[in-house]
């Protein structure tokens, strides 16, 4: 297994994650291959997940030739990926191809720019849309969001899956590189959460965004610069 205990995170290092996350950091990465390595980068995340945290079960099976005994994985019907509008799109779309029968969710949040960080390292947030599936005590939740910086993007997003979700049987916030105060932010907010990351970045700029970073994920995903 691939995944690595960090602190306040777990950190996914397959050699494919790694290399994958190389080249969408490159600046003249254009948009189309961004967006195809962010799915490829949730495809690889998806996987590790299932290696990671999801058990096993022996069934038996009859091939052409014989009866004989299989593993299958359990639970992944019981699977709800919460996407956090618009950057995690590709990402999830990858996650998707290793949970191709998940439940959706999405969650339209944003941070106010314009605002700038405050003196604690927050940002005023904007929730303009959510809905939400129903879950279950049997779910595994994904929230993905391919840059977690501050943190308060996505523990007011938390915030609003944990008024749905009562009970559940894990919850994993996945992203692409995260900056050390958003895992300690997110950790302290919501302990029940697994943080779960490709890369641990330096740090955040005064702007409060991610260095080395990718950028701005949703623009370089969606041509919007």
Do not use: W
Not at 76 to 98: C, M, Q, S, Y
Not at 101 to 126: C, L, W, Y
Not at 130 to 138: H, N, R, T
């Amino acid at each position: 297994m691939t995944i690595e205990d960090r602190d306040e995170a777990h950190l996914v290092t397959h050699a494919l994650a790694k290399d994958t996350l190389s080249k969408i950091r490159d600046v003249d990465t254009e948009q189309v291959a961004f967006r195809k390595g962010l799915v490829k980068l949730g495809r690889i995340c998806g996987y590790e997940i299932i290696d990671g945290a999801m058990d096993t079960e022996y069934v038996a099976i009859e091939t052409p030739l014989a009866d004989t005994t299989g593993e299958r994985v359990k639970g992944l019907d019981d699977v709800v990926i919460i996407n956090v509008l618009r950057a995690a799109t590709p990402f999830v779309e990858g996650l998707l191809k290793a949970f191709p029968r998940a439940k959706q969710g999405v969650i339209s949040a944003g941070r106010d720019e314009e605002a700038g960080m405050n003196e604690d390292g927050e940002f005023p947030i904007t929730v303009d849309y959510v809905k939400l599936p129903e879950i279950g005590e049997d779910d595994t939740i994904i929230v993905a969001d391919p840059m977690l910086a501050t943190g308060s993007t996505m523990c007011a997003v938390l915030d609003y899956v944990l008024e749905e979700a009562t009970d559940f049987e894990n919850l994993f916030v996945l992203s692409a590189v995260s900056a050390p105060d958003g895992l300690l932010r997110v950790s302290e907010a919501v302990p029940e959460a697994d943080l779960l990351t490709v890369a641990i970045d330096d740090r955040l700029d005064d702007d409060g965004f991610i260095v080395p970073g990718l950028g701005d994920a949703g623009d370089r995903a969606f041509r919007t610069t």
